[in-house]
């Protein structure tokens, strides 16, 4: 009998430290890879076409989703975002787990097509105050874009109850650790079945 991987969903409000935190896990978990979302959205300086996200227009996303080539989708400040079916497909099916770093739209979506073997996790800030000077750190949004950044934020945390597990980012090496432990786990979990 071939085993097949993992999904697992991660979410959080822009700035909690999804990113980083997933790019420990793919690159010291073997087996473990990571979804390139595409995406309308113009690149942010320093992010690397294929790697970050892959960028297409606004004309080829809705190409690809009216061929239902993405798992979800969603519309997030006025750009699409989508998660690309086939290599999800591909590598659940060669055992290896995946993980989607996605929004919480996103991950209602996922949750509602995909019944079994999903595990979703949740990023948080250690608060809204904390999550607000990242944002201003990054130097990539104005201020009225991080504003409703953390509108957007305060409605995602009333989602939390459809997640599995929950990790604070308060501090880094901590907050790696529990996410570690989480993809341990629930490998050593689909390891008995």
Avoid at 135 to 160: C, G, H, Q, Y
Wanted: charged share 35%; proline share 3%.
């Amino acid at each position: 009998m071939n085993k097949k991987g993992r999904l697992f969903v991660v979410s959080a409000p822009s700035g909690a430290g999804k990113t980083t935190l997933c790019e420990e896990i793919i690159k010291r978990l073997p087996g473990v890879v990571r979804s390139v979302s595409m995406t309308t959205r113009e690149k942010r300086p320093g992010e690397k076409n294929g790697k970050d996200y892959s960028f297409i227009s606004v004309e080829e996303f809705k190409k690809r989703l009216k061929t239902k080539e993405f798992i979800e989708y969603a519309k997030v400040f006025g750009n699409y975002y989508g998660t690309p079916k086939k290599f999800v497909e591909s590598n659940l099916n060669k055992n290896r787990d995946v993980v989607l770093t996605i929004d919480v739209q996103g991950a209602m979506q996922i949750r509602k097509n995909f019944k079994k073997g999903c595990i979703f996790i949740f990023i948080l800030p250690p608060s809204i105050k904390h999550l607000r000077k990242r944002l201003e750190k990054r130097k990539t949004d104005s201020t009225k874009v991080i504003n409703s950044r953390l509108k957007i934020a305060k409605k995602e945390l009333t989602f939390l109850k459809y997640y599995d597990y929950e990790v604070i980012n308060d501090d880094l090496k901590t907050a790696f650790e529990e996410l570690k432990s989480i993809f341990i786990a629930s490998r050593c979990q689909r390891d008995k079945n």
